[in-house]
Nanobody, 119 residues
């Protein structure tokens, strides 16, 4: 059974930090690249960061230099360390495998983690 459980969201002031975690079932995690996505109110879901099964990261331009993606293969968990947060980072954050945008509406997603950046 596929399962993705995101956690670690919350309310933080601009400039603050949060660390998100995503616990994935083995079938969706093992040997696969994983990614974080986010969806802000009224906007489409967008790619944030990805990491290969071997630990090579990739970031969207909007978060590069501020966010760090990592994974623990023994725990089937992927993390997103978010520093220097900005109000425009406010969104629900989701993890999943690498997906093309056209499939976003047709695949399983977890419940997500709400991140709110506000003073």
């Amino acid at each position: 059974q596929v399962q993705l459980v995101e956690s670690g969201g919350g309310l933080v002031q601009p400039g603050g930090s949060l660390r998100l975690s995503c616990a994935a079932s083995g079938s969706i995690f093992s040997g696969k690249a994983m990614a974080w996505y986010r969806q802000a109110p009224g906007k489409q879901r967008e790619f944030v960061a990805a990491i290969t099964s071997g630990g090579v990261p990739n970031y969207s331009v909007s978060v590069r230099g501020r966010f760090t993606i990592s994974r623990d293969n023994a725990k089937n968990t992927v993390y997103l360390q978010m520093n220097s947060l900005k109000p425009e980072d406010t969104a629900v954050y989701y993890c999943n495998t690498i997906l093309v945008r056209e499939t976003y509406g047709s695949v399983y997603w977890g419940q997500g983690a709400q991140v709110t950046v506000s003073s």
